[in-house]
């Protein structure tokens, strides 16, 4: 499994329900990647998206311990481990957990690689991603040109688990 995240220096990646900063660049990687797979995430992450609509062109697999929850286009999941039952279905590589940060952290453990885009910039936040530098279990695998979006420089960076 895979985890695609934008983070800041700090891995920082939301404040008040909402992302630290929106750069096309980053859209399009993240679209261009998960087009096609599958796509985990919990339920306030799904609050964030358009019209609090499933990805479309992706499966997606929504956590949520509200039973009565029903989302038209996704499959919703109670726990961690019916997300696995159900996530079991697919190739591996092929399924993206995608936030927010209560899902990135309990899915942690069944990640074997990151797709960081990493943001040069600290940002007032109050959700974060593990910091993967500190983590002896990861190492990073590849790093991308700098790119900038205005003045805010970020980077594509593959981590891998060791
Ligand atoms: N920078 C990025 O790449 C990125 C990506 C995604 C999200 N974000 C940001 O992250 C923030 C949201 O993260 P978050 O941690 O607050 O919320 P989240 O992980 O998106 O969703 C949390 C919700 O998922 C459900 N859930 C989590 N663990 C569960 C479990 N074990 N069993 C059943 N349900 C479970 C619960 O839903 P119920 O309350 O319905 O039970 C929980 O309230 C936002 O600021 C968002 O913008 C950033």
Known sequence: MKAIVAADRN???????????????????????????????????LETFPLSQPLEKRTNIILSTNRSLSVKGAVVVHSIEEL????????????YVIGGAAVYRQMLPYIDTAIVTKVDYEYHADVWFPNLDRDPDWVMAGEGEEQTYFDVPYTFVTYKRK
């Open 84 to 95: 696995l039952d159900e996530a079991r279905q697919y190739d591996t590589d092929d399924v």
């Open 11 to 45: 891995w920082a990646i939301g404040y008040q329900g909402g992302l630290l900063v929106s750069i096309p660049g980053d859209h399009r990687m993240f679209r261009k990647e998960t087009l096609n797979k599958v796509v985990v995430y919990g339920r306030k992450t």
